[in-house]
């Protein structure tokens, strides 16, 4: 789907040429032989307002530094995930599954270093935090 939103062909640019020609013995592309590329703007009718894909080029950018940080949105839906942070290791904590105690479920919070798989690389010591 981010090939399809980052694809400037529906803002109606394209770009010819984007490397050198492919050798016909080798079907690789021979970077000896110079090239030149050409970027056309508004070659054809437009899929998608200029406005509305800076915008998706923005929200992109917005969603990548999140990931950078540790957050996945689209894997949690828990209304705190991505605001509340450990104090040690500064990752994210997200809901933690645990079991009922007497017919009722509690939700909490516990931090993504600790959940997982590889016990070397839990560092954090922080403790869950319960939900009420």
């Keep these: 789907m981010r090939k399809v939103l980052d694809n400037k062909v529906y803002m109606g640019d394209r770009?010819?040429?984007?490397?050198?020609?492919?050798?016909?013995?080798?079907?690789q592309p021979d970077y000896a032989?110079?090239?030149?590329?050409?970027?056309?703007?508004?070659?054809?009718e437009t899929i998608v307002d200029r406005r509305l894909f800076e915008q998706v080029k923005a929200r992109l950018a917005w969603v990548d530094q999140e990931r950078k940080a540790g957050i996945y949105r689209n894997s949690q839906p828990h209304y705190l995930y991505g605001l509340v942070y450990c104090s040690e290791c500064g990752?994210?904590?997200k809901k933690g599954d645990g079991p009922e105690y007497k017919g009722t479920e509690y939700d909490?919070?516990?931090?993504?270093?600790?959940?997982?798989?590889?016990?070397?690389?839990?560092?954090?010591?922080?403790?869950?935090?319960?939900?009420?």
């Design 15 to 27: 770009i010819i040429q984007n490397g050198p020609d492919r050798e016909l013995i080798t079907k």
């Design 33 to 44: 032989k110079p090239y030149t590329s050409c970027y056309l703007t508004d070659d054809h």
């Design 108 to 132: 909490y919070l516990v931090c993504i270093c600790r959940k997982r798989r590889d016990r070397k690389q839990r560092s954090c010591t922080n403790r869950s935090i319960r939900v009420d």
């Design 91 to 93: 990752l994210p904590f």
